[in-house]
């Protein structure tokens, strides 16, 4: 078999600079996302798992793969992978950090955008009946300048968001474990606050931050009712982070005003209480889904793999 094994389909870039170097490797050709068991049957003599965010890889498979030197995930996250059994088969995992700050970070506006001037809504709207003209109190929405947004996790895209967003005029709270510096928020115009606050005073609210046992269900039904009937959630980074069936309740209820969502807590799984609701955006997890990131991140996987064959040590280890 062999000696790199990638369990999704990558762009063509990431299989060019494998074969560049002359790397005998396998790829997964399925239409579907792979199953547990082929990917186990293909790992008895992999050095190198490629894999997806998409992809998980539990401690059954990583027993099955005695010769797995390193998991190169495709994706920033790496919520998918058995990160205590990795460690402790000795196997490196790597992410896809940085690249796809842009991205996420014009998603996530986009998303603001089109919930607060009801895009997606209007767009139903002229592929069904249409409409009769233009009219003064005709389809209103918001205006995001002037609107108290609030970034809760203000790593490289919490930052990429808020600069943005403080372009369009918006004022910004943040909160995360580490206030930033003064010349920061300066630039920014950011104020940094408690999550409780934050919540209590934004108009819209954003999510950016990993998924991890701390954070899941960080927005759950008490914490969502905190939030002003007028408010709108966005989350472009982990669907787990919300209880979608508390959002769904507040949603329906008309405590929350509208949500846009990229992720889901059952991935790709989503509800069909959200598909019914007009005043939600919902878009199939496109967060860094652009040429520029996505080859980006398929240099970083390829680059770390060349390094694990050759000896050297890979970039953005997780797991070290």
Do not use: C
Not at 54 to 82: E, M, Q, R
Not at 282 to 305: C, F, Q, S, W, Y
């Amino acid at each position: 078999m062999a000696q790199v094994y990638i369990s999704a389909t990558l762009p063509k870039s990431a299989n060019n600079a494998l074969k560049r170097a002359g790397v005998d490797f396998e790829a997964y050709r399925g239409k579907s996302l792979i199953t547990e068991a082929e990917l186990q049957a293909h790992l008895s003599d992999a050095k190198v798992l490629i894999t997806a965010l998409s992809t998980p890889v539990s401690a059954a498979t990583l027993a099955k793969a005695p010769h797995l030197k390193l998991i190169a995930n495709y994706g920033a996250g790496f919520n998918n992978i058995d990160i205590t059994a990795a460690k402790a088969h000795g196997v490196l995992v790597t992410n896809t950090p940085k690249v796809s700050t842009t991205s996420t970070a014009e998603v996530t506006l986009a998303l603001m955008l089109a919930v607060l001037h009801r895009v997606t809504e209007g767009d139903r709207l002229m592929r069904g009946p249409g409409f009769s003209g233009w009219a003064p109190t005709f389809f209103l929405g918001h205006e995001l300048a002037g609107k108290t947004v609030g970034i809760i996790g203000m790593g490289q895209i919490g930052q990429a968001v808020a600069k943005r967003v403080h372009a369009f005029d918006a004022n910004i709270l943040y909160t995360q474990h580490h206030q930033l510096p003064p010349e920061k928020e300066q630039s920014l115009g950011a104020t940094f606050t408690d999550q409780a606050t934050l919540l209590q005073q934004s108009d819209l609210v954003t999510l950016h931050l990993p998924l991890v046992p701390a954070t899941h269900h960080l927005l759950d039904a008490q914490a969502l009712a905190t939030m002003k009937p007028s408010a709108y959630l966005i989350n472009a980074a982990r669907g787990p982070l919300i209880d979608e069936a508390a959002l769904l309740e507040q949603l329906t209820a008309h405590r929350l005003a509208g949500a846009a969502l990229d992720v889901y807590e059952a991935e790709p799984h989503v509800s069909s209480g959200l598909k019914a609701l007009d005043n939600v955006v919902l878009t199939p997890h496109i967060g860094n889904a652009t040429v520029e990131a996505r080859d980006a991140m398929a240099k970083i996987v390829t680059d770390n793999t060349l390094a694990i064959l050759s000896g050297k040590q890979p970039r953005y280890i997780v797991n070290d």
